[in-house]
């Protein structure tokens, strides 16, 4: 019944180490995304992905790669890990509407809390 | 830059009152929407408000859209303990690269009901 799961839900580790984080949902959407949420609670996006394409990259480090191997799912990979990574990582999916009465209401995950140590 | 702006960062109420949070925005938008998040949990959608719309309504749910003043307001009537959440509003900006793959976060208000 889970719309959008990932997994793991908790990620310690050590600074330098690499780790991914997946994604899939089950609601048949076309866009994923990959969101970071930082200790003062701001939210704030690192990618999408639309039918497996990436659209958008907001400035995030190349350390960082997120990968669809399909629409249902979008990983995320992160190299040399650094302390300030530590935070909590959202995953979401939304349908694409064109035209002009396109809405784009996200539905999220439960969230990755990454403690790097 | 931040698009989206609550007002208060933090709220604290008793249960019954009416709880009232704001957004503004600084560009110009298709729409906006509001979510909600529980401690330790992920967002939830609460509702969607579109730029040609001025007032919408969910249940105990009542938000307004000023986009002369590029503002939002959502206003929880009757509220219940289990509203205390951190709400955010979301903006899908005008011209986002011609898409609206990107929704753009505010920094949440911390909502507290007291029983």
């Known amino acids: 019944d889970t719309a959008v799961s990932q997994t793991p839900k908790y990620l310690v580790t050590q600074m330098g180490n690499d780790k991914s984080i997946k994604c899939e949902q089950n609601l048949g959407h076309d866009t994923m995304y990959w969101y970071k949420q930082d200790s003062k609670k701001f939210l704030k996006i690192m990618f999408s992905y639309n039918n497996k394409e990436l659209i958008i990259n907001e400035t995030v480090p190349n350390r960082f790669s997120p990968k669809s191997p399909d629409k249902a799912h979008l990983n995320l990979h992160i190299n040399s890990l650094e302390l300030g990574d530590s935070a909590v990582y959202f995953c979401a999916s939304s349908s694409y509407s064109s035209g002009r009465a396109r809405y784009n209401e996200q539905f999220f995950g439960p969230g990755t809390r990454l403690t790097v140590l | 830059s931040q698009q989206g702006e609550e007002d208060p960062q933090a709220l604290s109420i008793q249960e019954g009152e009416n709880a009232t949070m704001n957004c503004s925005y600084k560009t110009s938008i298709n729409n906006l929407q509001w979510y909600r998040q529980n401690s330790g949990r992920g967002l939830v959608h609460l509702i969607l408000i579109r730029s040609n719309e001025r007032e919408k309504h969910s249940g105990r749910l009542r938000v307004t859209l000023d986009t002369s003043k590029k503002s939002s307001s959502l206003l929880i009537t009757a509220s219940r303990a289990a509203d205390t959440a951190s709400y955010f509003c979301?903006?899908?900006?005008?011209?986002?690269?011609?898409?609206?793959?990107?929704?753009?976060f505010g920094k949440g208000t911390l909502l507290t009901v007291n029983p």
């Open positions: 979301a903006t899908d900006a005008v011209g986002s690269g011609g898409s609206n793959y990107k929704l753009t």
